[in-house]
């Protein structure tokens, strides 16, 4: 059995000293508990955010202790009679998704968990495509940026697991144009070549401003905003009169040490008529049976692509979070144990 803890609270970006591998006895069952050993483990970009003190709309993980996040595993031993989240009946064999990661095996009462089915795709698409990030990308583009058919949509971060998904739907749904950012060749090909993006720009091979203006000459109607920083401001000076931006995350922000100042043209708000909105995903689970019907059927009919890049071993998990936040993923970052 072995966990990760968070020892030291990162300055700047996380390097290996922030973090130790624990190991130990495994968790003992309680009544009306499962024991799960965990195959695949989410890092995720909002974990960054975690590991930092003070208050967040998620609690910082406490030091030397373990952390957690999204997991995926199978069930190993039952303990009584234990219904999943959604009522159904928990059995050893069954493919679990919970929020006991980072860590090799996880004891956990079946509210906790929910049997997935792992015929429509691999059981790790649950913490993607079919997961937390699949359901952001959903949710932020139809309800919270309110995507309209013939929209022109920008997203950034576009080769990650969420904005993948961004472009796709707003492809699929009629977008007249889709536009993506990335860093690097082989994103942005990936982006066009196989996920109907119509542009992508390489932000790291040309100014984002100047690239986004020729790749929309007429203006864009849609930011899903998952970087912050010059996107942010590419898109304000890109946007058409009553524009709308859905401010998923800021991941250029979050090794700053210091604030960083706002959008320099964060006043083109009044004169275009923008409306510029955040969220957090959990507040939109209302959404998740319709998210799994839809990108669900679209995945089974192989209209909806996903990558994942994976690093294995559980002594790999904090290598794989820090290359997470520089780019070394296309699509879903995943460990597997
Ligand atoms: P991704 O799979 O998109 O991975 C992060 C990506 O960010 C990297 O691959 C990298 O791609 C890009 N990136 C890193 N640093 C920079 C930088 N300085 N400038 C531009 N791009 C950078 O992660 P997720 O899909 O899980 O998350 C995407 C965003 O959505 C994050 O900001 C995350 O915090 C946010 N999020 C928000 C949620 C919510 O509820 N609001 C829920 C889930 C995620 P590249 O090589 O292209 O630079």
Not at 98 to 125: E, K
């Amino acid at each position: 059995y072995q966990e990760w803890h968070l020892v030291r609270r990162p300055q700047g970006a996380p390097v290996d000293e922030d973090f130790e591998l624990v190991g130990g006895e495994r968790p003992r069952l309680d009544d009306d508990t499962v024991l799960v050993r965990n195959t695949f483990l989410s890092v995720d970009p909002y974990m960054r955010g975690r590991m930092n003190d003070g208050p967040s709309y998620v609690p910082a993980f406490r030091l030397g202790a373990p952390m957690d996040g999204g997991a995926v595993g199978v069930v190993r031993e039952v303990s009584g009679e234990v219904k999943d989240s959604t009522g159904r009946a928990v059995q050893v064999g069954d493919t679990v998704l919970h929020g006991l990661g980072w860590r090799t095996h996880a004891v956990l009462p079946g509210r906790a968990l929910r049997v997935v089915d792992t015929d429509v795709a691999p059981s790790q698409a649950w913490l993607g495509v079919l997961g937390m990030t699949g359901l952001t990308a959903y949710a932020g583009l139809l309800r919270v940026a309110g995507f309209r058919e013939g929209d022109v949509v920008f997203v950034s971060a576009a080769a990650g697991s969420v904005g993948s998904l961004v472009g796709q739907i707003a492809h699929l749904k009629g977008a007249s144009l889709v536009v993506g950012s990335a860093g690097g060749p082989e994103k942005t090909r990936w982006l066009v070549d196989d996920l109907g993006f119509d542009r992508a720009i390489d932000y790291k091979a040309e100014p984002i401003g100047k690239a986004l203006e020729e790749a929309a000459p007429d203006g864009i109607d849609v930011y899903f905003d998952n970087v912050g920083g010059d996107h942010l401001e590419a898109a304000l000076s890109s946007f058409k009169q009553h524009g709308r931006a859905a401010i998923c995350g800021m991941i250029q922000r979050y090794n700053d040490t210091e604030a960083a100042p706002g959008p320099r043209n964060l006043a083109l708000v009044i004169g275009k008529r923008l409306r510029i909105e955040g969220f957090i995903q959990s507040d939109h689970l209302d959404l998740r049976d319709d998210f799994e019907r839809e990108v669900g059927g679209w995945v089974r009919e192989g209209k909806v692509q996903w990558r994942e890049t994976v690093v294995e071993g559980i002594e790999e998990a904090v290598h794989g979070f820090q290359a997470l936040l520089t780019g070394g993923n296309t699509g879903k970052m995943l460990v597997r144990l």
